[in-house]
């Protein structure tokens, strides 16, 4: 009787010794850790395996470069209607029309409409291809700008949880590593996409200035010089805190998604869920990313416009018209209005939102099958 009382004060001690911790580190029992049967401790919810970081770099390039081929039709048409070169022209054929702010609906109903008016416009005057035009560049710069922004938001994620928060992540880890991955991936980038957006803007046929990316990178270094090609780098500064904006969101969202799928099949490793369980929470996941991406485009999205205006060709007689960040927010406010900051918004979000599904959930599957390598 005597053994077995005290293995029953043995049973009970090791059930109870996860939560003797203090009242801060036993406020989330959920966070606790948990004792398997022969004693041994077994992670903690809030941690996070380590994943290698040149996993982080080819998951994020693959993610990239679904996302830019499928939704590049739509790249073009935003980066046209966000210069003024294009907005004449569009705002007097057939997808023009009486502009009425205060009905939000029919504006954004009208807005699809003319977004799809476009594609086609583009399609028949200028061709299927014209549809796919700064791909290559876009590729170029979409691989390694998704490389680079997921391997160091991924390693710095790390290194300043273990620097400054005991190897926990935290809202503000994820803010001071959004925020260096964003200013790492514009300062590495700024040329490659200075070079789509030209080439975006090129008129087809007798007006057309470039005939390729690389004629498109010699004339800038030639007539601009070297520093032409980060024209409108601050702007790309200041459209980091629209990757800052969803990083932090995403991680939210998927805290929330990770705490349900607790609450309902509680601490057991995915390996032990079912696949239509993995499908969905990985739907989830990449549709958290898609609403990260809706929200934080529209908070920052003038800006860009104003990347757009500063990196477009100058005028004829060799002058730009756009110069600098506040001057550029004068001019297009003064000359077009408040409204013209938002130009091209809706097939920025009809390109922005499901490419950032398709990135972000092929760049959790690409992590999961290296993470074993």
Known sequence: ??????????????????????????????????????????AAVSSQPEIKPWVHFVAGGAGGMAGAIITCPFDVVKTRLQSDVFQSAYKSSA???THNSSYFIKSGARHFRETFDIISNVYKLEGFRSLFKGLGPNLVGVIPARSINFFTYGTTKQIYSRAFNDGQEAPWIHLISAATAGWATSTATNPIWLIKTRLQLDKAGLTRQYKSSWD??????????FFGLYKGLSASYLGSVEGILQWLLYEQMKHVIKMRSIEKFGHISEGEKSSSEKIKEWCQRSGSAGLAKFLASIVTYPHE??????????LQDGKLKYTGLTQSFRVIIKEEGLTSMYGGLTPHLLRTVPNSIIMFGTWELVIKLLSNV
């Open 305 to 314: 416009v104003v990347r757009t205006r500063l990196r477009q060709a100058p």
């Open 95 to 97: 997808v023009s029309g």
């Open 216 to 225: 498109c990178l010699k004339h800038i270094i030639q007539h601009e010089g």
């Open 1 to 42: 009787m005597g053994n077995k009382r005290l293995d029953q004060i043995r049973q009970e001690a090791r059930e109870s010794l996860p939560y003797l911790g203090s009242d801060e580190d036993s406020s989330n029992m959920k966070d606790a850790a948990l004792l398997t049967t022969d004693g041994a401790q077994t």
